[in-house]
């Protein structure tokens, strides 16, 4: 699965344009001040001026396998890293799904990750730098506790899609997809890892591509 397309709203969009386009090193360009385009390798990030109050989002991009620590360096006095106590460091290890990941924050609030995911072909010899964003390979989709089974079952069934091969379902977390990009799905107010942030309900529209087809998810 890929994601070619994500649309989030932001009530800090001169902030965001900045810290991505300076900080960050992203061409940022906002039109018509209400929006600011982002090329991410693969994927085009939008963010427009919110028609709700504070939405905050969940996204990973996916770095090269060999660049974990580089690009932790590299964040280092850019953006505000996550500290993870279980770990003791700033990287997160995923045994399971063969990837380390680092966590900031945005001027939003929204929570990104870099991964570097070991079982892709993507290694380089080059210094880290933002041109090794490679793709928004994770978004983070929050539906409603009460009928959290049932949405998720939908989803699955509208978009043709399955559940990552290396992580079972849980309860309260699924991930949906493959390396190359995934849905990551929790109820209404779970604590989004790996902060004690409680998830919340904002719009979104997400274009992505799977198995030859492609799909658009408005939430």
Do not use: C
């Not at 932001?10 to 810290?19: H, M, R």
């Not at 660049?67 to 500290?83: D, H, M, P, T, V």
């Not at 089974?149 to 509208?158: F, G, I, P, T």
């Amino acid at each position: 699965m890929q994601i070619r397309r994500l649309i989030l709203q932001t009530s800090a969009l001169k902030k965001l344009n900045a810290f991505y386009n300076d900080t960050m090193e992203l061409p940022a360009d906002i039109n018509n001040e209400d929006e600011t385009h982002l090329r991410i390798g693969n994927t085009d990030l939008v963010f427009k001026q919110a028609s709700v109050a504070d939405p905050f989002y969940h996204i990973a991009i996916t770095i090269p396998s060999n660049k974990i620590e580089e690009a932790k360096n590299w964040l280092s006095g850019r953006a505000e890293l996550i500290w993870m106590d279980q770990y003791k460091s700033h990287i997160d290890n995923f045994v399971n799904w063969h990837a380390k990941s680092v966590y900031f924050f945005d001027p939003a609030g929204n929570i990104v990750e870099l991964i570097a995911r070991f079982d892709l072909d993507n290694k380089t010899d080059e210094p880290f730098s933002s041109a090794q964003f490679l793709s928004v390979s994770e978004v983070g989709l929050v539906l409603k506790e009460v009928e959290f089974d049932k949405s998720v079952n939908r989803l699955l069934e509208q978009y043709q899609l399955s559940y990552f091969a290396k992580q079972p379902p849980m309860p309260q977390f699924r991930a949906i997809g493959d390396d190359e990009g995934l849905f990551i799905v929790v109820p209404d107010n779970r604590n989004w890892f790996p902060t004690t942030i409680p998830s919340g309900i904002f719009p979104m529209e997400i274009q992505f591509e799977n198995k030859g087809k492609e799909y658009v998810v408005n939430l």
